[in-house]
């Protein structure tokens, strides 16, 4: 539902509710999301390739079929150490 392109990031949504989001992402190498915070707790499901995801200072290696949490009000960011397609689900809560 997502390809790669490169030097980019394309992302599609598939849910937009009042109660939460799911978006589709795929980042070419070298991609990434600069540090920001969410409202809301926000998981990241990564379902092909490598990422680094960043949380308050704190590097973390995401593997393929792993996912980690977001949580809400937290700085984080995340950068593709290979190309990668992932899930990011959004509770509003």
Do not use: C, W
Not at 47 to 62: A, F, K, R
Not at 71 to 76: F, K, L, N, Q
């Amino acid at each position: 539902m997502v390809s790669y392109q490169d030097g980019s990031i394309v992302s599609r949504m598939l849910i937009n509710t009042a109660s939460g989001t799911v978006t589709l992402f795929a980042f070419d190498k070298g991609q990434g999301l600069s540090e920001h915070s969410a409202p809301y707790d926000a998981l990241l499901i990564n379902l092909e390739g490598q990422l680094e995801v960043t949380i308050e200072g704190t590097p973390y290696l995401v593997m393929e079929g792993e996912m980690i949490l977001m949580p809400a009000r937290v700085p984080h960011a995340v950068r593709a150490i290979s190309p990668f397609k992932m899930m990011l689900v959004m509770i509003h809560a």
